[in-house]
T-cell receptor, first 109, second 116 residues
Framework: RKEVEQDPGPFNVPEGATVAFNCTYSNSASQSFFWYRQDCRKEPKLLMSVYSSGNEDGRFTAQLNRASQYISLLIRDSKLSDSATYLCVVNSGNTPLVFGKGTRLSVIA | SAVISQKPSRDICQRGTSLTIQCQVDSQVTMMFWYRQQPGQSLTLIAT?????????ESGFVIDKFPISRPNLTFSTLTVSNMSPEDSSIYLC?????????????FGPGTRLTVL
C-alpha cells in the first residue's frame, strides 16, 4: 500500500463549482498534514496545513480524520486560477515530507 | 519564508556526461533535501544534504550516481553522474523552516534536465 494515496483525476469543473479531494495515508504515526499546490512546470507551494479541528482559508477548507486516516480539501466557488495539481502531503516526524501523486484540477469557463 | 534559487533552471545533456545543480538559500537552514520529479509522477526524495558530512540517501539512490555537497548552511549541490535518458526529470532543492511553531517545507524552482 502506498504511503499517501490520492485520486489522480483530472477533475474538470465549471467556474463557481465546489470540488472536494480526498487523500488517505497509511502511517498511523503521521503527525503533520499539508496540502501543496503545483502549477504546470512549477515547484510545489504550500497551500495550507491541515489540523485535527479542521481549518479554513477563504474558499479552501481542509479536514483531517485521524481515525480513518484521511485528509480532505474542499474548494468553494472555483476560479480558473485554481487549475493546478493538488498534492496531499504527510509528515511522520522529523523527516522529509511524503507526497501523494497529486490530483489534477481543471476549472473551465 | 526562505527564498531558494537553483542553477541551471534547465539543461539538455548528452548521455554519459554529468551535470551539477546548485541550490542557494537566502538564510541559514538546518535541513536541505534533494527531490526528483519525473513526468507525471510525484516527488521522490533522493537524499538529505547534511552540512559538513556525507548526505543521507534514500533507498534506490547512491552517492556514486548522485554525489551531494553541502559546504555551509545556505548552499548545496547535486551532481547527476554518467547520465542516461532515464535521468530526465525535474530536480528540486527543498528546505525545512520553522514558522509560527510549525515546520514547513519549501521548494526551489527546480532544474529541468533532459538527457539525450
Amino acid at each position: 500500500r502506498k504511503e499517501v494515496e490520492q485520486d489522480p483525476g483530472p477533475f474538470n469543473v465549471p467556474e463557481g463549482a465546489t470540488v472536494a479531494f480526498n487523500c488517505t495515508y497509511s502511517n498511523s504515526a503521521s503527525q503533520s498534514f499539508f496540502w501543496y499546490r503545483q502549477d504546470c512546470r512549477k515547484e510545489p507551494k504550500l497551500l495550507m496545513s491541515v489540523y485535527s479541528s479542521g481549518n479554513e482559508d477563504g474558499r479552501f477548507t481542509a479536514q483531517l480524520n485521524r481515525a480513518s486516516q484521511y485528509i480532505s480539501l474542499l474548494i468553494r466557488d472555483s476560479k480558473l486560477s485554481d487549475s493546478a495539481t493538488y498534492l496531499c502531503v504527510v509528515n511522520s516526524g522529523n523527516t522529509p515530507l511524503v507526497f501523494g501523486k497529486g490530483t489534477r484540477l481543471s476549472v473551465i469557463a | 519564508s526562505a527564498v531558494i534559487s537553483q542553477k541551471p533552471s534547465r539543461d539538455i545533456c548528452q548521455r554519459g556526461t554529468s551535470l551539477t545543480i546548485q541550490c542557494q538559500v537566502d538564510s541559514q537552514v538546518t535541513m536541505m533535501f534533494w527531490y526528483r520529479q519525473q513526468p507525471g509522477q510525484s516527488l521522490t526524495l533522493i537524499a538529505t544534504a547534511n552540512q559538513g558530512s556525507e548526505a543521507t540517501y534514500e533507498s534506490g539512490f547512491v552517492i556514486d550516481k548522485f554525489p551531494i555537497s553541502r559546504p555551509n548552511l545556505t548552499f548545496s549541490t547535486l551532481t547527476v553522474s554518467n547520465m542516461s535518458p532515464e535521468d530526465s526529470s525535474i530536480y528540486l532543492c527543498s528546505v525545512w523552516e520553522r514558522e509560527g511553531g510549525a515546520d514547513t517545507q519549501y521548494f526551489g524552482p527546480g532544474t529541468r534536465l533532459t538527457v539525450l
